[in-house]
């Protein structure tokens, strides 16, 4: 595997978390509510950074599916994780195509919210952190099927003690006021 050892596959990766940060910083600085027709220099910044990130995003995976092959067991899209980046990258490719037919459809917008996850395939460590987590799922159904039996017991116990302890206690005053 001459690639991974390569100093620009290296920098490649460095460049790539250096604009999933990137993304992630006018992630949390874009505010939708402010200015809705975006005629704000804030707001133009931000629509270039974004079209920036989308664009480096999408010649990153051009690059990849070259580079890799498209179809296949060791290609692109055999991998799951370079699937969640081809699917962020069409997403965004819907995104801008609609934006120029003046379509405006938000739900398709809130799929940027994805593109940080792109830094789980770049941190190996991250990578295998997720793959753990993902694979103890099922296990959490059993903890939250106990979880619920004890409350639904414990409710139960509270209901006979406290039977109508509490009834017609909790109305306000006659001359409350807020």
Same mark, same amino acid.
């Given at each position: ?13 460095? #460049? ?6 990137? %993304?992630? =910083? ?7 509510? /402010? ?24 010649? /990153?995976?051009?690059? @990849?599916?070259?580079? &890799?092959? #498209? ?10 994780? %370079? ?18 037919? %003046? #379509? ?8 940027? =919210?994805?593109?940080?996850? @792109?830094? #789980? %395939? !770049? ?18 159904? +059993? =903890?939250? &099927? ?22 017609? !206690?909790?109305?306000? /005053? /006659? +001359?409350?006021?807020?």
């Amino acid at each position: 595997m001459l690639l991974n050892s390569s100093p620009v596959h290296t920098w490649f990766e460095r #460049i790539s978390i250096m604009v999933i940060l990137l %993304n992630c =910083v006018t992630l949390g600085m874009y505010q939708p509510c /402010e200015n809705i027709d975006c005629t704000s220099d804030r707001c133009q910044i931000l629509q270039a950074f974004d079209a920036f990130i989308y664009i480096f995003f999408a010649l /990153e995976m051009v690059v @990849k599916m070259v580079a &890799l092959g #498209i179809f296949g067991r060791r290609c692109y899209l055999g991998d799951t994780w %370079n699937r969640l980046d081809f699917f962020i990258v069409m997403a965004g490719m819907v995104e801008y195509s609609l934006d120029l037919q %003046n #379509i405006n459809l938000s739900a398709i917008r809130t799929v940027r =919210v994805l593109r940080p996850l @792109k830094a #789980i %395939n !770049r941190v190996p460590s991250m990578r295998i952190l997720v793959n753990l987590l993902l694979d103890t799922l099922p296990m959490l159904g +059993n =903890v939250l &099927l106990l979880c619920f039996f004890v409350f639904f017991i414990f409710g139960i116990i509270g209901v006979q003690l406290w039977a109508g302890l509490l009834r017609n !206690r909790c109305y306000p /005053e /006659e +001359n409350f006021t807020l």
